[in-house]
């Protein structure tokens, strides 16, 4: 079935560490997004691929990287400059159909300890 | 001032009533809109979306748009349990790629 897989589900990292978030699909989708949701807050958007080997930073970019090397990944990278990492992290993706609408991976939820 | 704006709730609502929710957006140059509806540590799935003004009905949820003023809205009728979660009003520029703005979600609690 096409969707978006994301892993890990859960993940915990110390203060200090470096983490990386995958992102994989299989939509054939040229769009692809990184949103981070904090609880009770909305979608907070933080990087987004527009086409290979091209990224544009979004809302909120600082302490985080991506790269995207293939049409099916978009991995991203907490890295230690991020100061309050621990939220639930989205992929999507977005197609070009009449719609346009993102669909989402299931998550991954990163906790510091 | 955000751009895509929703009443954080809780929105409590009878089992069968007609559950209202609202969305105010500040771009004109958004098109579409898009309701998507999250449970409690999940992700979002898409319920609706519509882009041209008036409704537009699927099933138990209409969505209802007013671009003149600026506002979007989703209907749930015969509310049940299971619609139980949080709906996220979100709006898309006119370009395939543009970023999607979204409001903070209205939390949506039917009691039996």
């Known amino acids: 079935d096409g969707g978006i897989t994301q892993s890990p589900k859960y993940l915990f990292r110390k203060e200090g560490q470096n983490v990386t978030l995958s992102c994989e699909q299989n939509?054939?989708?040229?769009?692809m997004y990184w949103y981070r949701q904090d609880p009770g807050q909305g979608l907070r958007l933080i990087y987004y691929s527009q086409i290979v080997n091209d990224f544009q930073k979004g809302d909120i970019a600082e302490g985080y990287s991506v790269s995207r090397e293939k049409k099916e990944s978009f991995p991203l990278t907490v890295t230690s400059a991020q100061k309050n990492p621990t939220a639930f992290y989205l992929c999507a993706s977005r197609g070009t159909t009449n719609t346009g609408e993102l669909f989402f991976g299931e998550g991954s939820r990163l906790t510091v300890l | 001032q955000k751009e895509v704006e929703q009443n954080s709730g809780p929105l409590s609502v009878p089992e069968g009533a007609i559950a209202s929710l609202n969305c105010t957006y500040s771009?004109?140059?958004?098109?579409?809109f898009f309701w998507y509806r999250q449970y409690s540590g999940k992700s979002p799935e898409l319920i609706m979306f519509i882009y041209s003004n008036g409704d537009k009905e699927d099933g138990r949820f209409t969505a209802q748009l007013n671009k003149a003023s600026q506002y979007v809205s989703l209907l749930i009728r015969d509310s049940q349990p299971s619609d139980s979660a949080t709906y996220l009003c979100?709006?898309?520029?006119?370009?395939?790629?543009?970023?999607?703005?979204f409001g903070a979600g209205t939390q949506v609690v039917v009691t039996p």
């Open positions: 979100a709006g898309s520029p006119t370009d395939s790629w543009g970023k999607f703005q």
């Open positions: 939509l054939n989708h040229d769009a």
């Open positions: 771009d004109r140059g958004s098109q579409s």
